[in-house]
């Protein structure tokens, strides 16, 4: 939500299962979130502020993702 214009954006998931786990690159300008699913989530990379999908991580685990983070270099 902009706090000043008062939009919203919604970002939905996409395997089904829900989210799993958020995680903020140190530099602000991208977004993971980790899913939840019954076969292989992914994990989707969102570039912020605009909340584009920019990468699909995929088969990094079986079932959910419970703790994502970037490097804090952010590479």
Known sequence: MNLET???KVLRCRDG???GSIAI???YNFIA???KGESYPNIYIYDYPE???Y?????GTEKSYSHIIF???GT
Do not use: A, V
């Open 6 to 8: 008062k939009n919203q």
């Open 17 to 19: 299962g829900g989210i």
């Open 25 to 27: 690159h140190p530099t």
């Open 33 to 35: 979130i980790g899913e």
């Open 51 to 53: 909340l584009d999908l």
């Open 55 to 59: 990468r699909i991580l995929r088969k």
């Open 71 to 73: 490097s804090m270099d």
